[in-house]
């Protein structure tokens, strides 16, 4: 039975007889033990945890692995990036935040790289399965796609952790974070600033918990860490791991047509009593690409499809930074913001607890606040926009089809807080 270690040493591991270790930087340790193993690492004070799997967030709710899911093809992403807004956050830069020189991972069930819309933008895999290097269960192709019809410039990493059923174990998970971090170490210019994480387990509760470690470590060098929220709504309590972690960003699901959330989008609170999901995004009837063919497209549904929106936005806001960076330490042509573009990254930390609520938008009638079901809402690229060129709301600025659904009353708490947070 495979485990994972805490608060232990790999010499501790293999003094009780412990095979097949794995050690990583972020003080885990997984191996092979037999109960009478486990009892004398417990007996000198360890943490071993039995490893559990994880599955892709498909709707709907998904106890075993996950089923594909009978969806229309109503919605495009790039439909649905004009709806958010998208296009005034790419907008404040010349040339426009497409997302270029910033590196994404996709921890996933594999890329098919071939695809037309992912373009040859992979610049690093690995595989933590033993299944084929190939998305068997097409699904982190569709992820992929969608991230890069938000930022089609960034670099991809294809990080395999799920097989060709879409189980994978928080070993593998854990495997593919700690490479992440190793990365800003051994490789710089490859290793990622977001990790885009559309899987999940059930939450037991336990902030030990291996994938949780795992993301705390990854948050802590400052890799933004964007999960999935589930798709066991609408039962309260019933957000997945990683996503119930603190300053995990936590996405649920919306539809666009009407402008409300998703029936199985999951509800908070955590076990712990914590506020999530952290925000919503569209998620239901997308077209996206599958990995049948270099051409094909297919048409998905859960909270794993709304994740990616989410990550392409960070990516946006880290490349508004990055090349405020290039333009005043070297004054680079080509690179000149359109207006005082933030002088530094907002953490997850940072954004979670002080300023998301200034940057989104809920449906009509929706608690006022961050509340279970809706998080904080939906982020509203040109509310970004505004935020981090540091320019006052001009409501006309930003009537995007979403804020055509919503009243302009709903505005009055904007800006002045994001907008001292980045300068």
């Known amino acids: 039975m495979r485990y994972s270690i805490q608060k232990a040493t790999v010499e501790r591991v293999k003094a009780v007889g412990g095979s097949d270790i794995k050690e990583t930087r972020i003080g885990i340790i997984f191996a092979t ?12 004070g360890c943490q071993v945890t039995e490893v559990g799997q994880v599955t892709a967030t498909v709707m ?4 075993t692995p996950p089923v594909p899911v009978a969806a229309a093809p109503v919605y495009s992403p790039e439909q649905l990036v004009w709806a958010a807004g998208i296009e005034d956050l790419r907008g404040i830069s ?12 996709i921890i996933d069930s594999g890329i098919r790289e071939s695809h037309e819309k992912i373009g040859g933008r992979v610049i690093y895999r690995r595989n933590f399965t033993s299944a084929p290097m190939r998305d068997g269960l097409d699904h982190g192709t569709g992820v992929c796609s969608i991230a890069l019809a938000v930022a089609p410039l960034c670099n991809i990493l294809n990080m395999k952790v799920l097989n060709d059923e879409g189980v994978g ?15 800003h170490d051994t490789e710089p210019d490859i290793a990622p600033t977001i990790m885009n994480l559309s899987l999940g387990s059930p939450d037991d509760g336990n902030p030990n918990n291996p994938l949780r470690v795992a993301c705390r470590a990854a948050i802590d060098r400052d890799i933004w860490v964007i999960a999935s929220a589930g798709n066991s709504g ?32 999951s509800r908070g609170p955590t076990l ?71 002088r530094r990254v907002v953490t997850p930390q940072e954004m979670i607890d ?14 006022v606040g961050k509340d279970y079901d809706y998080g904080c809402g939906l982020p509203l690229g040109s509310l970004i926009a505004q935020a981090i060129t540091f320019m006052p709301l001009d409501i006309s600025a930003v009537l995007t089809p979403v804020m055509s659904i919503i009243t302009l009353g709903m505005f009055g708490m904007i800006m002045v807080p994001m907008t001292e947070a980045i300068r």
């Open 33 to 44: 033990l037999t109960e009478t193993q486990v009892a004398q690492l417990k007996a000198r």
């Open 60 to 63: 709907p709710p998904i106890v």
């Open 94 to 105: 010349d040339p426009p935040l497409y997302g270029e020189g910033i590196n994404l991972a």
């Open 169 to 183: 174990t928080e070993e593998d998970v854990v495997l593919a974070i700690d490479d992440c971090i190793s990365l």
């Open 234 to 265: 609408p039962a309260p309590y019933s957000i997945t791991c990683p996503a119930c972690e603190q300053y995990v960003f936590a996405v649920g699901s919306l539809k666009y047509e009407p402008f409300e959330l998703s029936n199985f989008s």
């Open 272 to 342: 712990e009593g914590l506020t999530k999901p952290d925000a919503l995004m569209f998620g239901e009837d997308i077209s996206i690409a599958s990995s049948v063919s270099d051409t094909a497209t297919t048409a998905k549904s859960g909270t794993s499809f709304a994740v990616p929106f989410c990550s392409g936005i960070v990516v946006g806001y880290h490349e508004s930074v990055a090349k405020w960076v290039a333009y005043e330490v070297a004054q680079l042509p080509g690179v000149l913001p359109r207006g005082a573009i933030g």
């Open 354 to 367: 002080k300023y998301l609520l200034a940057i989104c938008v809920k449906p009509e009638g929706a608690p």
